[in-house]
């Protein structure tokens, strides 16, 4: 009798290869805008599924998303009174360090140092 062959690996099974993903959409999403709404879809189906170290990356990349949204409203609100094009400037450094952390992170297979930071 041979033993019971061990499941399939899904694409989440803790190699990274999701959330990098993520994190490219998000930065492609400064060119074309709707790819970071596919990416925090991905990370919300993802995170529950994921190893401790990977669920990190998944909560960052949510709360990137929710915090570089509501960073941005604010912005636009803004720009009639011009502090508000000093604030989308923030936003767009803000979210290129913010993905290149977690980048770096994730390719170094450790876990993100303080995911629930509003900063970088």
């Not at 290869?17 to 492609?28: D, E, K, P, Q, S």
């Not at 915090?67 to 720009?79: D, E, F, P």
């Amino acid at each position: 009798m041979t033993p019971p062959s061990p499941p399939p690996e899904s694409a989440n099974s803790g190699d990274g290869g999701t959330a990098n993903i993520i994190y490219i959409l998000y930065l492609v999403s400064i060119a074309v805008g709707i790819t970071s709404i596919v990416g925090v879809i991905m990370a919300y189906i993802n995170q529950n599924e994921a190893p401790g170290w990977l669920k990190t990356h998944y909560r960052f990349q949510i709360r990137t998303f929710w915090i570089g949204v509501l960073y941005s409203v604010i912005g636009v609100a803004l720009t009639t009174v011009v502090i508000g094009f000093a604030i989308l400037l923030f936003v767009l450094v803000w979210w290129i360090v913010r993905c290149i952390k977690g980048m770096r992170a994730l390719g170094e297979r450790k876990e993100v140092e303080n995911p629930a930071s509003w900063m970088f």
